[in-house]
């Protein structure tokens, strides 16, 4: 799939590759999915094809005003209600849907959800609200999309994650009226979200405490940052870790895709004020149809990082993953070649990017889709019909930033270079939030004011997840909390959201072609979900609002018996034996006296400072950080 500026809009690509399913074989072998579907299901896993009741729930179109919609005050929202463990009585688990449609596979039971785990648990009911306007991709016209349009200036301004989370707590005042057959009295609500939904998660206990007992915040980048380059480190640090895992070859093919990325911006640079010239070399890459320089950079180095965000068969070239085709040595080989000329890696970067194309699907140098879809061009149709990406695009561009951009030399180099193209800086960005068409200027201040604490969400009982190598993670709460009733966990060798997929088996197997992600030890993967499930048991049979006490201990080598949780989804588990020392993190919750912006291990080591990131926050603060 082609994506235009893939870099700005990684984050809401999750709509579709939240969840692994339907997945792209790798060179014809089975993919984690394949595998996992062929896996026998453990009984602690509620099966899949649950039941799902759906319907629209009369929903409020403003909340904090009277702006009205196309039918005045009220619209249609969609939900998705699972209802096959419920007892009166049992939790309700607010399955956030955030940036897609609203997706029933998420809480209709079988592998590949937590929430499969925990419907059978504690006989609980699953619940999905459709965010406000998303439903516009679904094949249903409008619906959940409470406006005629989805004009920027008119109807977009209820697009809001403010608008989104009073939508939320209407929906579960309302719950016990509007579904008196689940007799909800006071039942708790535990909310669960990924990425965008994952911050929902945690905005929406932190403004209603008083109704959500619980919320899992999994990879949720609760901290606005426009000038987003930090993004760049985890591209890094987990291609190396992906390249290294698959095929040995440590961080050779970072080194080269980084010094290629350097050749082609200081050919740009020596090219650019001669427009024959500039064209004739975008030629080369079968860019003479995009002239904006950024757009050209962003179609030849924008795409590189998509494997990293979710798992490596998520980027793919033809029957290949990105990975391969890069960093495998059979392809390209310059590209893990220390001793590659710059020369051989322009070249080859040219050749890659004419071989992803042509594995996509483009027919030639002069296939018109290439204009289409990596020119930035002023919107002109705000259809419901046509919504396209832009919605994303409109919160990233009004409210979030969420630039995904290459860091600025003055801040240390990643390898050898940048990982995307020097000209796909926060400018570009604001390029393409203005030329579409979805805001006037990034910094005139009509951006929507918005400040929900940053990292800084005091409010007890919130579950900060996050993957190892998720390059959301500076956004997020990694490996800290803010208040000692709240928990963090990491989940190594992981990348986005990966802990809302469940428990899986198979993790032991490293790979590329048989599939398996994250690639953890079973041992690993099943105190992981011990730990969570914890988490959920404290909040859902606790009296009162707690933190799990610790079922691990943070001494290396302490074998723990097996608790009832030991058993979930783990088949490997079956001697109710853990050995946390393959587990790095403690399972204590960690203090507050922790540096937010430590970098991780895996960073560290690298050629760059890691005193960097503190110094781009405090710059971004200054301008770029929305405060109400
Ligand atoms: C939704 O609620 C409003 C206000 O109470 C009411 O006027 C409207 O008819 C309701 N819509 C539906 C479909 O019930
Ligand atoms: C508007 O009202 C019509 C008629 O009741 C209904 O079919 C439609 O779903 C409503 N649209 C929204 C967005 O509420
Ligand atoms: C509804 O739930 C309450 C509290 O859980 C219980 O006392 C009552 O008997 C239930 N009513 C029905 C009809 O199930
Ligand atoms: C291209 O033009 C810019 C701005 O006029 C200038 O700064 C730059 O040095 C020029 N580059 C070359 C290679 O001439
Ligand atoms: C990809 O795999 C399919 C099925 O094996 C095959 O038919 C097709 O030719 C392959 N495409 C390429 C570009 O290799
Ligand atoms: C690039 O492709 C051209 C045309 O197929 C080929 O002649 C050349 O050897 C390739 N170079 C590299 C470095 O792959
Ligand atoms: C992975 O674990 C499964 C289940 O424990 C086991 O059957 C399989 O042999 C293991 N595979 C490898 C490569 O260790
Ligand atoms: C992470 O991956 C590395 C490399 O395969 C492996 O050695 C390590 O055991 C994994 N970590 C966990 C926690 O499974
Ligand atoms: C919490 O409740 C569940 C469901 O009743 C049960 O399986 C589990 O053992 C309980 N956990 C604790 C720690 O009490
Ligand atoms: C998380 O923090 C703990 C305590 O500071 C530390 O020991 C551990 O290594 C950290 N884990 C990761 C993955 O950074």
Known sequence: MLTNFAAVLALAASAVALRPNGLISTNGAKSVVDLYLDAPLPPSIAPPNLPITDGYFNQTVDHFGNQQGVNGSWFNQYYLISDAYYKPGGPIFLFIAGESVADASFISGGLGSLVSTLLPRYNGLAVSLEHRFYGASSDVLGRSVPTVDLNPATSLKLLTAEQSIEDMANFIRQFPTVFPQYNVTDNKWISIGGSYPGSLSAWLIEKHPELIHGAHAASAPVLLELDFWRYSYDVDAGMTFQSNLYFENGDSCMQGWTRAVKAFDTKIASVINDSAAFTDFRSKFWFASVPNVGDFASGVTGDFAGGVQYYPQDATAGNYTVLEVVCGGEFFPAFT?????????????????????????????????IAEYFNTVPNTDWSIANAASYLWSYQACTQFGYGQVAQPLSNGLIESWSVYSQYNDVSYYEYFCETVGLIKDLNDGTITDFDFGGLAITTPNILWVNGQYDPWHWLSNYNTTQSPEQQSFVYLNASHCNDLWGPLPMHNITSLTEGSWPPVTQEFEDSFFEKIIAQYDAWINGSSATTTTATTSASTGTTVSGTAASTIGGSATSTGSVNTAATSGSSTASSNSAAPYTAPAQVTGNLYSAAAPLAAVSAVLGAMIFFV
């Not at 590659?340 to 018109?368: K, M």
């Open 337 to 369: 070649d220390p001793t590659a000329s710059d020369e051989l890696l322009l070249e080859t970067l040219q050749n890659y990017t004419v071989y992803y194309l042509e594995t996509n699907g483009i027919l030639g140098p002069d296939d018109p889709v």
